[in-house]
């Protein structure tokens, strides 16, 4: 049941050239897309839920829509993995819960607030077998509510909410973090650059030679196509200057920096909602939600499995080597599966 950590994924990812798309889960029929696209490209994959999923779905459906998918692809290597944590209370949650990878997001908490939590999250998971990631300077998005200001206002400064390279080092060797989320220019959401996006990839170089073998995570990954934008405001939305990261500068920090984690959330909302709306506006008399959910289903399932591709995570046809990775570390699975 190749149900597993991260670990398998990442010692591959690393200088692999590749990288892990990180797909929140929200409802059936987003983990079914992103599973089925994952499995017609043979690609490993971790479905990640946020603290507002498990109370929009509740955790027993989100769990057992996961446990059909893996009983589906019982070959397809899949990590469950807890998106932005807040509490070491949720970490615990999740780790009961069966998660096999937990994210402690204290970012927005002073430094030594943020390596306190940390390291008592990671010291329950790791108890458990469940790996962590953390989460260290400031994302734009919806970390920047946190501090109340304004997205443009983050643009401006990003500079100085890049995470720190030594910092890094410091915080990993004082938490035993298993990976780590950078701030180095991205932002959650639709609206992620009022003029052209700037990443610092030199940061990720950085890191990478403070942090040698931590792998790097990417939120804020998300491109917003302009085919589902272009949906969205042909059929009624409003999402002018929405903005995302392009496609190419994704698959430069995986291929040519070894970033090996992507986070994609707000895709696949896009994707979603424009589907929906085309469908509510050219078949105004449809009211069967299979007829706007499945034709919006198979857009996610295109969406992503265009992601897999060389050119942008280049994660397509990997999930046999990490299987044989995952066995060679002897099928590590959490306790919440063996029992141990
Ligand atoms: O980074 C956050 C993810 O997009 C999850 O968002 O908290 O609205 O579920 P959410
Ligand atoms: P996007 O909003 O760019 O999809 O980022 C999602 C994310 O980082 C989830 O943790
Ligand atoms: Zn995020």
């Given at each position: 049941?190749?149900?597993?950590?991260?670990?398998?994924?990442?010692?591959?990812?690393?200088?692999?050239?590749?990288?892990?798309?990180?797909?929140?889960v929200?409802?059936?029929?987003?983990?079914?897309?992103?599973?089925?696209?994952?499995?017609?490209?043979?690609?490993?994959?971790?479905?990640?839920?946020?603290?507002?999923?498990r109370?929009?779905?509740?955790?027993?459906y989100?769990?057992?829509?996961?446990?059909?998918?893996?009983?589906?692809?019982?070959?397809?290597?899949?990590?469950?993995?807890?998106?932005?944590?807040?509490?070491?209370?949720?970490?615990k949650?999740?780790?009961?819960?069966?998660?096999?990878?937990?994210?402690?997001?204290?970012?927005?908490?002073?430094?030594?607030?943020?390596?306190?939590?940390?390291?008592?999250?990671?010291?329950?998971?790791?108890?458990?077998?469940?790996?962590?990631?953390?989460?260290?300077?400031?994302?734009?998005?919806?970390?920047?509510?946190?501090?109340?200001?304004?997205?443009?206002?983050?643009?401006k400064?990003?500079?100085k909410?890049?995470?720190?390279?030594?910092?890094?080092?410091?915080?990993?060797?004082?938490?035993?973090?298993?990976?780590?989320a950078?701030?180095?220019?991205?932002?959650?959401?639709?609206?992620?650059?009022?003029?052209?996006?700037?990443?610092?990839?030199?940061?990720?170089?950085?890191?990478?030679?403070?942090?040698?073998?931590?792998?790097?995570?990417?939120?804020?990954?998300?491109?917003?196509?302009?085919?589902?934008?272009?949906?969205?405001?042909?059929?009624?939305?409003?999402?002018?200057?929405?903005?995302?990261?392009?496609?190419?500068?994704?698959?430069?920090?995986?291929?040519?920096?070894?970033?090996?984690?992507?986070?994609?959330?707000?895709?696949?909302?896009?994707?979603?909602?424009?589907?929906?709306?085309?469908?509510?506006?050219?078949?105004?008399?449809?009211?069967?939600?299979?007829?706007?959910?499945?034709?919006?289903?198979?857009?996610?399932?295109?969406?992503?499995?265009?992601?897999?591709?060389?050119?942008?995570?280049?994660?397509?046809?990997?999930?046999?080597?990490?299987?044989?990775?995952?066995?060679?570390?002897?099928?590590?699975?959490?306790?919440?599966?063996?029992?141990?």
């Amino acid at each position: 049941m190749p149900l597993m950590t991260t670990k398998p994924m990442f010692d591959l990812a690393y200088d692999g050239g590749f990288a892990i798309g990180a797909f929140n889960v929200n409802n059936m029929e987003l983990a079914q897309a992103i599973v089925e696209a994952c499995a017609a490209e043979k690609s490993p994959l971790i479905l990640q839920i946020s603290k507002g999923a498990r109370k929009y779905a509740k955790m027993g459906y989100l769990k057992h829509i996961i446990d059909a998918a893996v009983e589906e692809y019982p070959w397809l290597p899949i990590a469950i993995h807890l998106d932005h944590g807040d509490t070491v209370d949720l970490v615990k949650t999740c780790v009961a819960d069966g998660f096999t990878s937990v994210m402690l997001d204290g970012s927005h908490h002073p430094y030594e607030e943020n390596v306190k939590i940390t390291a008592e999250a990671v010291k329950a998971a790791h108890a458990a077998g469940v790996v962590v990631e953390a989460e260290l300077g400031m994302l734009g998005g919806i970390e920047e509510d946190v501090v109340g200001m304004d997205a443009h206002e983050y643009e401006k400064n990003v500079e100085k909410f890049l995470t720190d390279p030594q910092q890094a080092r410091d915080y990993w060797k004082r938490t035993g973090i298993d990976s780590l989320a950078v701030a180095i220019g991205t932002s959650h959401g639709a609206y992620k650059f009022k003029h052209e996006s700037k990443l610092a990839f030199n940061r990720i170089e950085q890191i990478m030679e403070t942090c040698p073998g931590l792998p790097l995570v990417m939120h804020g990954s998300s491109s917003v196509p302009e085919e589902f934008i272009n949906l969205v405001n042909k059929y009624g939305g409003k999402m002018p200057n929405a903005k995302g990261v392009p496609e190419a500068q994704i698959n430069e920090a995986v291929t040519k920096y070894g970033v090996c984690k992507v986070n994609i959330d707000t895709d696949l909302r896009l994707a979603m909602t424009a589907k929906i709306r085309e469908v509510f506006a050219t078949k105004p008399a449809e009211f069967d939600p299979r007829n706007y959910l499945g034709p919006a289903r198979e857009a996610i399932t295109g969406m992503v499995r265009r992601k897999l591709q060389a050119n942008v995570l280049n994660c397509a046809g990997k999930a046999e080597a990490v299987i044989a990775q995952w066995k060679k570390l002897g099928s590590p699975l959490p306790a919440f599966y063996t029992g141990k």
